[in-house]
């Protein structure tokens, strides 16, 4: 299977406009079931300039809960992409219908070659790849993982691949490479912790510096 990197570009056209209510008011630290870490929910604050957020619940095209577990984005890691539990993360009030970040996990069977940076593109020393650009970031991790029911369309894998899309001309503050990063690497521990794979994925606790040439 072929690795597609689209930095970011995992959104759809599930919206905040078809009727399903979200869970509203929430806390950085309580979207995404808790997989946002100290620094993780100040990067979301500081990337969102507000301190309550908003997460769909509802199902998508697919019939799978819109709103964001462990159990599910590990269960789905190797099915089709509508399958796969999405964190859709909203700034709350926010009536664009646009999330302000979106985020996926999938199997992978390897990995793209050390990310190439520069100009709007910065890579970071986490996992097996890690490059944040304008449309979001991607995060690659060493992850053995098997699917969990028949007709998966991914067979037997050694990576997960964390992709975010949050464009950064909607974000604020003068580290939001980083900020998107932070908050990325902190959901993908906590994936790798529920799949078992903690040890074998080695992603530290503090986000490195960047390099962007």
């Known amino acids: 299977m072929a690795v597609a990197v689209l930095v970011g570009g995992c959104s759809d056209d599930s919206g905040k406009g078809d009727g399903r209510e979200p869970n509203a008011n929430m806390a950085a630290s309580k979207v995404c079931e808790g997989t946002l870490d100290h620094s993780a929910a100040a990067a979301l604050q500081h990337l969102s300039g507000v301190d309550r957020f908003d997460e769909?619940?509802?199902t998508n095209e697919a019939g799978e809960s819109n709103t964001f577990s462990l159990s599910g984005a590990v269960g789905h890691l190797h099915d089709e992409y509508l399958e796969r539990s999405a964190c859709r993360v909203y700034k709350s009030g926010d009536g664009s219908g646009e999330p302000l970040l979106e985020v996926r996990f999938s199997a992978s069977?390897?990995?793209?070659p050390s990310p190439e940076a520069g100009g709007d593109r910065v890579?970071?020393?986490l996992g097996v790849y890690a490059l944040a650009g304008p449309t979001g970031a991607d995060?690659?991790?060493?992850?053995?993982?098997?699917?969990?029911r028949d007709g998966a369309v991914v067979?037997?894998?050694d990576y997960v691949k964390a992709e975010m899309a949050a464009p950064a001309g909607r974000m604020r503050g003068d580290?939001?490479?980083r900020d998107r990063m932070v908050i990325l690497n902190s959901m993908a521990r906590s994936v790798a912790e529920a799949?078992?794979?903690a040890s074998?994925?080695?992603?530290?606790?503090q986000v490195p510096e960047g390099k962007d040439s």
């Open 175 to 177: 580290s939001v490479d």
């Open 123 to 125: 890579s970071y020393l």
């Open 56 to 58: 769909l619940t509802g």
């Open 109 to 112: 069977v390897n990995h793209p």
């Open 195 to 197: 799949a078992g794979c």
């Open 155 to 157: 067979g037997d894998t």
């Open 139 to 148: 995060l690659f991790f060493r992850c053995p993982t098997k699917p969990t």
């Open 200 to 205: 074998t994925a080695a992603l530290p606790a």
